[in-house]
């Protein structure tokens, strides 16, 4: 048998581009490119819309003092009806309350929850105080108020929140709905306390505190 003869492997050309440095320098190039090309052509959600300017309010916050739309400039804050002593669902509700905290606890000095008591009589300063400790509200972020009943109802009625003309303040409470309210007190959008309309509106607060972040 014949001895075989020298022989030398010419290299593929996949071979040769992988041990060419040039490729890897173009590769690199693309891979760290291609996200930020993708991220400029991606359309940004549209901006919101102004529903109206809401009402110059000052009520009692749970620490006995006055509280309102001018202690909220420069944040969003987010509206709700609230009723220490009402039925069992109230309960569940402040639940979502406490959650509610919990996730914008990133942004507290840019956000806030303002809950609005529309039982006065039941509603205490002292009695606020007590619920509002037995939920772990962080007094920077959460502040339940409340005022005469009078001068609530004229407030919420001033909302225009989307229920039945004909409902009374505990029927709005029951509507368990929240309103969005810019940095310059300007409403936002209402939403349901579902688990679709509370994620809504956290995207939606987040677009308003990164928009005046950038702006």
């Known amino acids: 048998m014949e001895a075989v003869k020298n022989h030398v492997r010419r290299q593929s050309f996949i071979e040769k581009m992988v041990l060419n440095p040039f490729f890897w320098i173009v590769a690199c190039g693309f891979f760290f490119a291609y996200p930020v090309l993708k991220s400029m052509k991606r359309e940004l959600p549209a901006t919101l819309p102004v529903v109206q300017a ?9 620490e006995g003092k006055l509280f309102g739309s001018k202690d909220l400039f420069g944040k969003v804050y987010i509206i709700n009806l609230t009723c220490t002593g009402c039925d069992e669902s109230q309960g569940a509700f402040f639940k979502k309350l406490q959650t509610l905290q919990h996730r914008i606890r990133g942004v507290i000095d840019r956000a806030a929850i303002v809950s609005i008591s529309v039982d006065p009589v039941t509603d205490t300063s002292a009695v606020l ?24 109802e004229t407030f919420v009625r001033a909302l225009n929140m989307p229920v039945e003309v004909e409902t009374d303040l505990v029927g709005m409470m029951k509507r368990e709905m929240f309103v969005l309210v810019d940095q310059d007190g300007n409403i936002r959008g209402f939403y349901d306390s579902d688990n679709e309309g509370v994620n809504r509106m956290m995207i939606d607060t987040g677009l308003l505190i990164n928009r005046k972040k950038n702006s």
Do not use: C, D, G, I
């Open 54 to 62: 809401v009402p110059a309010f000052e009520f009692v916050n749970e």
């Open 129 to 152: 105080y007590n619920k509002a400790r037995e939920m772990n509200a962080n007094p920077v972020v959460w502040k339940l108020l409340s005022a005469p009943r009078a001068q609530t």
